[in-house]
């Protein structure tokens, strides 16, 4: 009877400690921690492109070459990755983000070489077209105007485009110097205003927020599932000593039995 | 009278162990370091928004470059065993063909101008239309397109499997089978070899006698008239999206246009992506006649000036499109021996 129940207490402590090496283990683990570095590599390649694009909009650098690097290194990451739910959703900021991204890129190489072609004209008087000498006083606020574009104000644009309006719609005959030039300054104004807007809208840190806050919550569940897998760290060890107590008793007590 | 006790310590000891302990550590993840693109000439990079390439590194005796080379001109790929992609990407001939569009399997037209295949690694998307994102993922599009490979995968591969030779190259190159993946990869591999570093690329490195007066001339024009807004980078384009008739309208002057003509809105259906194309590489152009993605024009000189005026909004004289072309045709090369 007694070794009966010893052999009952030995099985039930060998199951315990098998259950507590499984659960020590914790396959889920691995999970949460990839998942917690996944989003810190898109975070980063999302601000390093937020970043590159406030350098190229500054005119630090010339060339698009970083910035659609990055980009290409943020869509094959998401597409490496296929997660949990949330994470299946990222695929949706990105590609938010990189449209965002190629309307940029399109809008500073137009921007940029307009500013260039009002900057050339104005640097050569000769190159200057006339109104046809009936806007003298227009075509004076015009090239005033055009001289605060060319040094990177566009505040005063509301004028700029009355002017030009007034200029488009005179009867007097425009040369195509005028007309190419008053393309320019409209493009400057149209899409200048449009870069803008779209540099404001991949700065305004939706992805980055909506990043921190999955990061928080993959935090969130990697401490509790580690919490929970120490605790069972330590059942397995308990187990397993009281275990091998257990037999070393077990194996006695059947001795002094049979002498 | 020992079992008991040993019970009661285990049940108290794994009570303890069960509810006392916690692990109260945060473990925040590291930081990722921002990834670094290749390193280039500065002088290049800020004063002329160049970068030079290059083709070191690049093993044209690399088993999986070999097999892509082998499948790249294999037209077993094709429908009818008709074509191959060397049919309308002649790796000796700037990486295209010398039609305005290709041509694929039974004669039937394409609706676009066959890009170069030369330097595709370096565009940040592949295609007019930038709908692939990557070589490998282009690489799959031919073969079912129905104007161009019109075959199907499971055809494709049932053919190659039957080839023994095939399969053991495939073994050799690393894969482990013969199928849709390894195919596309190698023949991704064997493309991304394709790197034609050329007389401005020296320049830009600092060998001032790679170029001659008039491509150099030709180069600074290029900077000063704006070409360089759009065509930049290791491509000298290929790096962003742009329309096409950026100053002028192209199609209302060339009679309306297609639904090719369409570009990129084909892909995001977006109003203001009509008419936008990824801009094309330079490099080669000389090479690569006819012009534009529908191949309208045949004549270099007649392209810049077209992009110019549509672009730039410019008319250029005869001088500035002379030197321009002279710069142009500082930007051709070919591969390395044992990719041809």
Redesign the interface.
Known sequence: M?VS??LV?LLA?SG?TALSFHFSRQGGLGTY?ND??YL??LD??N??IDREILILNAGL??????L??????L??LT?SKHGTAPLNQVSDHVERKM?LV??F??DL??Y??SV??VR?TLAHPDLRPVSAGSHDELDAVLWLLLEHMAAGEVNASHKLTRAMATLENSDAPQP?AVR?LL??AR?IVDVGRRKQATVRSISDHSFSSYLTRLHGES?ET??RT??L???WQ??F???F??LV??TV??VR?ARHTAH | MHTPHALRCATLLLAVGLVGCQDTTLRTPEPLAVLSTENHSVNADNQQGFVPISSVGVDPDDPRIQLGKLLFHDTRLSHDRSISCASCHQVARGGADARPVSIGVNDVRGRRNAPSVLNSVHNFRQFWDGRASDLKAQATGPITNPAEMASDWSVVIERLQADGALSTRFRDAGYEAVDRDAVTDAIAAYESALITPAPFDRWLLGDLDALDGEALRGSQRFVDLGCVSCHQGKNVGGNMFQKFGVVGDYYADHGGGTDADLGRFNVTQRPQDKHVFKVPSLRNVMETAPYFHDGSVERIEDAIRIMARYQLGRELDDEDVQLLKAFLGALSAKPKAGLL
């Open positions: 007694r129940s010893n207490l402590l315990l921690v917690a570095s810190n590599q980063s390649l601000t390093a650098t010339t060339h698009f070459d970083r659609s690097a990055l980009s290409t290194s869509v094959a597409k449209t190629d309307d890129k399109s190489a137009i940029r070489n260039r072609a050339e195509d190419t393309t320019h493009l935090t990697l401490n580690q919490s897998a120490a605790r330590i059942s060890v308990l187990s000593l009281v107590g257990l008793q077990v007590s």
